[in-house]
């Protein structure tokens, strides 16, 4: 692309090029030489950013935050040295569990096992005997097995809608406002928002935690309609809306991050 600057006279001058401005987004590949896994990492240009930093998600995704100007081949260099970590934070994650039968999943924090049913029909709940006589719940899906995953996934994020958008009703309706719209979403740093316009999101996994993390979720995002900040004046409101504040975040904390294991495909 031609630079152009203009002369005293308002005449255009060709002076040179302009840069291509670098993509705000690349993939790199690095290599463990211990075990010969590759890993694919998001390379991810950030405005605000002044050193490289890297972090591998709940998800199992690998993202390195580079400066504006940083080059791509710094980027490889610092990725390949750091490729021992990245392959220990990898490793440490909680296995892929993907939605195929015989899996275990937590439905409002209650494992069902996944089992096809062949045969026309959706996606339901039943009660079925285990081994030794023992009751367990059961996620039965029907139709084809190679769309299993997308119906399970489908019935899961309709059942979280249904129970979120109940519980932010309620909570609205003791604050007094009109429930805003709700949005699903499946971020990796977050269970809910609040936008400046009202409109609330939250994570659809929250329809594997227990019903009072749910809860509290839909309260604490019912509560920004109020204090759009997180004040002593928020935490006061949200205290007097739900009982479970601490026990909601601390189950967060400790097992929030391994939803995102339900629903993966393994890794190669």
């Known amino acids: 692309m031609k630079q152009v600057q203009r002369t005293s006279h308002g005449q255009p001058r060709v002076t040179g090029r302009i840069p291509e401005r670098p993509p705000e987004r690349q993939c790199i ?5 211990q075990t010969a896994r590759a890993f694919d990492i998001r390379v991810k240009r950030q405005s605000g950013a002044r050193r490289l930093t890297l972090r591998v998600n709940p998800r199992g995704d690998v993202v390195l935050v580079i400066p504006p100007r940083g080059g791509l081949l710094d980027a490889i260099r610092f990725a390949q040295s750091h490729v021992d970590w990245i392959s220990q934070k ?6 892929a569990t993907p939605f195929a039968a015989g899996a275990l999943v937590p439905i409002r924090g209650v494992e069902h096992l996944l089992e096809h049913r062949p045969g026309r ?6 009660t079925g005997t285990g081994l030794g006589g023992s009751c367990e719940r059961l996620l039965c899906v029907a139709g084809d097995a190679g769309h299993m995953s ?13 129970d979120l958008s109940e519980a932010t009703a309620k909570h609205c309706r003791i604050l007094g406002r009109k ?12 269970w809910g928002s609040c936008s400046s316009t009202g409109v609330i999101s939250f994570s659809w996994r929250l329809i594997l935690a227990p019903p009072y993390v749910l809860d509290y979720l839909a309260a604490h995002e019912a509560a920004h309609l109020i204090h759009m900040n997180h004040s002593p004046e928020f935490w006061g409101l949200l205290a007097t809306m739900s009982r479970d504040v601490d026990r909601a975040e601390s189950w967060l904390k400790s097992n929030g991050p391994g939803l995102h294991r339900y629903g993966r495909e393994a890794r190669a």
């Open 29 to 33: 590949q690095v290599t463990c030489p």
């Open 90 to 95: 990898s490793s440490a994650l909680p296995a």
């Open 121 to 126: 029909g959706t996606v339901w709940v039943e």
């Open 150 to 162: 997308r119906r399970v996934t489908d019935a899961l994020k309709r059942w979280a809608l249904q």
């Open 179 to 190: 429930t805003p719209a709700i949005q699903l979403r499946d971020p990796v740093s977050r």
